[in-house]
């Protein structure tokens, strides 16, 4: 059973348009929700994260919301850049991170000029 | 710098003939995990360790082994390959606290024939 769940494989949009990545999660244990940006042959690396006492965590263009009734969080870029084209993978984790962290299937998000 | 490494970084080999992928960090930090990466799949936890001497299975653990004899390495363990073993894996560390904000390595392009 898919915990985290990124139901677009992909997302096409506009150079200096919004960008919206959304996720869902059914694990009601889940208490830290992180973004992971990953570009091709690199590791994935950190972009932003939120805990679940928030609803919203803002960091220069990248903003996290968090609906914890609706178990949905989405990524929004805005502008959006062409650096920005990759793959976007949404994860989560319980107890402190002590079970490590369960990962979405990925969105790849590709930025037209 | 602080980084995560990954040894080999590509690796061809045959099914039932045993490799290991080293890992090693420099930040000191006490959690690594590795994951696999496959199309439509995502990342998934195989194995992760919450400090020296101290393992735990993941997701998809079958067909793997691990040790941690030092705080910096993390091998895995392939005892007897197969093609269905053929990933990308990574490793990551992180310092185990409740933002599990995890450093990854480049990663391992395997391919078990």
């Known amino acids: 059973d898919q915990q985290v769940k990124q139901n677009s494989p992909s997302l096409s949009v506009q150079e200096g348009r919004i960008s919206i990545l959304n996720c869902d999660y059914t694990?009601?244990?889940?208490?830290?929700f992180l973004w992971y940006k990953k570009y091709p042959a690199e590791g994935p690396t950190f972009l932003i994260s939120?805990?679940?006492?928030?609803d919203k965590n803002e960091d220069g263009r990248f903003t996290v919301f968090l609906n914890k009734s609706a178990k949905h969080l989405s990524l929004h870029i805005v502008p959006s850049q062409p650096g920005d084209s990759a793959v976007y993978f949404c994860?989560?984790?319980?107890?402190?991170?002590?079970?490590?962290?369960?990962f979405g299937k990925g969105t790849h998000l590709i930025i037209q000029p | 710098e602080a980084q995560v490494t990954q040894n080999p970084r590509y690796l061809i080999t045959v099914t039932g003939k045993k490799l290991t992928v080293t890992c090693s960090q420099n930040?000191?930090?006490?959690?690594m995990s590795w994951y696999r990466q496959d199309p439509g799949l995502g990342l998934r936890q195989i194995y992760y360790?919450?400090?020296?001497?101290?393992?735990d299975k993941g997701d998809v653990p079958e067909g793997y082994k691990v040790s941690r004899k030092e705080k910096r390495n993390f091998p895995l363990i392939l005892e007897s390959p197969s093609p269905n073993q053929t990933s990308l894996y990574f490793c990551?560390?992180?310092?185990?606290?409740?933002?599990?904000?995890?450093?990854f390595g480049p990663g391992t392009r395997l391919t078990v024939l």
């Open positions: 994860a989560a984790t319980a107890r402190g991170g002590a079970d490590g962290l369960t």
């Open positions: 694990n009601s244990m889940f208490d830290y």
């Open positions: 939120i805990s679940s006492i928030k």
């Open positions: 930040m000191n930090h006490e959690y």
């Open positions: 360790s919450m400090n020296v001497e101290v393992t």
């Open positions: 990551a560390s992180n310092w185990g606290g409740p933002y599990n904000e995890q450093f």
